[in-house]
């Protein structure tokens, strides 16, 4: 295949950019070809001024660097180091919204606890006594208490309590427990410091133990403090893709990543004031889409279409209808200052920590944030006059779908409002009607066909009776594709998946939000151990994870905190490791005696879902469960 993505909306985009000679990420991308071998196997080492240093990767000289780091080493803290900046970007963001929700219980800002059952439920998770006390006040002891998470020193982080029991005794005997988020990810960064760790297993070990900082502290804290800020997602309908781009109103696309600004641009964006304006301009109205992960955020709580994910965030400009784009922080490209400058559209950066040269700055702060959202949403209102309707290229390509799954919501679905439990989903899975589950996610990148990686996967993992839960831009991806509709199951699921889906009336790929949300198939992973008859730790379950199309160091440290969860976990192209034959060999094999999980890299996606097929059902064999009640389905297209 040499297309550059199977979604025909992105070709249809891509056509109409290579016509009017505007540059993509794909252009740029083979402008970059043959890439730096010392930079895929991972060994250039950068760490001090004695170097840049360099490891042959064919075994000549030179085989160390100047200070006398071999491959391993280099390879080693080189990794770590991305796990370290995947974990430090999380949980800077549910930093944030722990801040966000000490200012929502002063009254500041104009948030407010729109989930004041799951703020208890969580206050009494960390000990703090609900009784006699207001929303506002367990809402600030909570958010400071989440606060101190960052900074703490000694000890366990709060949530490490949730996980089994047998996972924490593993942790606790590898000396792996994450003590504070801020600390270990300060300790990878000192470890890696020139002279200092050179035990390349040493180093990795401390970089799962940074990454489980992030799964079960930042990530895991920002999911449960935004759904008590801006409430827990439940099942809802939307579409997604170019085409919810609207050719008669004022589009306005949110890109980045945290629901705090996004959540106050949506509100904004139905002010009357606002509207009577887009009204004097000529719009029908405010339309406001996302894309990446702030996308699934307001997608999952209000139903706000999603314009694309990842590598459609150009290609939405180069429709010409955006009347402005807002961003905040992560996965955007600053390729969209130049791109904007092509169109009528206005960039606008938002975050203290994200600025673009050139582009207009609307500084976001929490205590102004409905005023700040106001001005910026007028702002697109206002210039929605000077588009060109010339240059408005909108492809038709838009999808159905439910997204909104959480832990809590798989509860009631499964179980009913009032008999909540995961038996049934235990009970299917024990007698082979379910083969088993896999948690598909990540991004996109330039050196796989878009989308592709995420759809043939996920379809080959459905025709054989595996449940499949996704987020970030990989849920975008099953969406444009319509795999979140519950129709899905009749044309992709095997038999048993099928009836479990038209049962419970679920789709057969449960979206269960942005990658901060990864934490809940964490916590559903609790939920299916504490039900019973799976076995008492993740390693034993019949589950799997996969990245196929990953691009962000982000994405490396989910994958670290999936295996040292336990998780088998695929990515489709390696981490840059292959230069150390010690790293690849640990993390991809011994490291499964250590932590139960490893990783596996493989390039093609229907090797990949055999590879997690053989897992599974080897799981089900140590488990002495049934085998699978059906055969797979044959191949749909
Ligand atoms: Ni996740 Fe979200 Fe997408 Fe990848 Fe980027 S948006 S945090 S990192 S590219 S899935
Ligand atoms: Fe070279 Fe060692 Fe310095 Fe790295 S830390 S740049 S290998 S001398």
């Known amino acids: 295949m040499n297309e550059k993505s199977v979604d025909r909306a992105s070709l249809t985009m891509l056509q109409h950019a290579a016509k009017e000679r505007l540059e993509t990420a794909w252009d740029r991308w083979e402008a970059q070809q043959p890439q730096c071998g010392f930079g895929q196997l991972g060994v250039c080492c950068r760490i001090c001024n004695m170097g840049p240093c360099r490891i042959d990767p064919f075994g000549r000289e030179p085989k160390r660097g100047t200070c006398g780091a071999d491959a391993d080493t280099i390879v080693a803290r080189n990794l770590v180091r991305m796990v370290a900046a995947g974990a430090a970007a999380h949980s800077d963001h549910g930093r944030d919204v722990a801040h966000t929700l000490i200012l929502a219980a002063e009254g500041k800002g104009g948030y407010q606890i729109k989930d004041p059952a799951k703020l208890r439920r969580i206050a009494a998770e960390f000990g703090i006594a609900p009784n006699g006390h207001t929303d506002q006040q367990i809402a600030r002891e909570l958010g400071e208490r989440g606060l101190a998470m960052f900074g703490r020193q000694e000890g366990a982080l709060d949530y490490i309590k949730r996980a089994p029991e ?34 390349y297993k040493n180093i990795l070990m401390q970089g799962f133990r940074a990454a489980l900082a992030d799964g079960w502290g930042g990530s895991m804290l920002a999911t449960d403090f935004q759904d008590i800020l801006f409430r827990q997602p439940q099942p809802i309908r939307s579409r997604v893709n170019l085409g919810v781009l609207k050719k008669d109103q004022v589009n306005l696309v949110v890109h980045g990543h945290e629901p705090a600004l996004s959540e106050m641009i949506v509100a904004a ?3 009357p004031e606002v509207l009577k304006l887009a009204a004097e301009k000529g719009a029908t109205g405010v339309n406001v889409a996302g894309i990446c992960c702030t996308a699934n955020e307001i997608l999952m709580r209000h139903g706000v279409p ?15 209808a955006v009347d402005l784009m807002v961003v905040d922080v992560q996965c955007v490209m600053p390729a969209l200052a130049g791109i904007t400058n092509c169109f009528h559209t206005k960039l606008v950066t938002t975050s203290p920590k994200a600025r673009m040269p050139g582009v207009e700055h ?14 910026i949403v007028t702002r697109a209102v206002e210039n929605f006059v000077r588009r060109d309707p010339k240059k408005v290229n909108i492809p038709e390509d838009a999808t159905d779908l439910i997204a909104g799954f959480t832990t809590e919501t798989v509860y009631q679905f499964l179980g009913g409002r009032y008999r909540a439990t995961y038996r049934p989903l235990n009970d299917a899975v024990m007698d082979g009607r379910l083969r088993g589950a896999v ?21 080959e993992l459905l025709r054989n009776d595996v449940l499949v839960v996704t987020s970030g ?43 901060v949300d990864n934490s809940r198939i964490l916590t559903t992973l609790v939920a299916i151990c504490d039900e019973g008859g799976l076995g008492k730790d993740f390693s034993q379950l019949p589950i799997a994870g996969s990245a196929p199309e990953w691009m962000s ?39 499964e005696g250590l932590l139960g999980g490893k990783f596996l890299f493989e390039p093609d996606p229907l090797k990949a879902a055999g590879a997690i097929l053989n897992h599974i059902d080897q799981k089900r064999a140590e488990l002495k469960l049934k085998p699978p009640m059906y055969k797979p389905v044959p191949v749909s297209v």
């Open 166 to 199: 047998a996972r924490r005794n593993t942790w606790q005997r590898l000396g792996i427990v994450p003590r504070g988020i801020d600390r270990e990810i300060v300790e990878v960064m000192h470890r890696t410091n020139m002279g200092v760790d050179c035990d």
């Open 269 to 271: 964006s139905r002010d």
């Open 306 to 320: 999603v314009a694309g994910n990842f590598l459609q965030q150009e290609l939405a400009i180069i429709t010409g």
């Open 362 to 375: 609307i500084q976001f702060s929490e205590e102004g944030a409905y005023r700040i959202a106001k001005d």
């Open 439 to 459: 948690g598909v996610v990540g991004c996109n990148n330039p050196n796989t066909v878009h989308d592709h990686g995420h759809l043939a996967l996920t379809k």
């Open 473 to 515: 831009c990989s849920a975008i991806a099953d969406a444009k594709e319509g795999l979140l509709q519950p129709e899905a199951a009749f044309k992709y699921a095997g038999a048993g998946l099928r009836e479990i889906c038209e049962t419970v009336g679920i789709p057969p790929v449960l979206h269960v939000g942005a990658c």
């Open 553 to 591: 160091e982000k994405a490396v440290t989910i994958g670290f905190y999936c295996v040292a969860s336990g998780l088998l976990t695929h990515f489709n192209t390696p981490h840059p490791v292959l230069g150390s034959p010690g790293v690849t060999r640990f993390i991809t094999e011994e490291v």
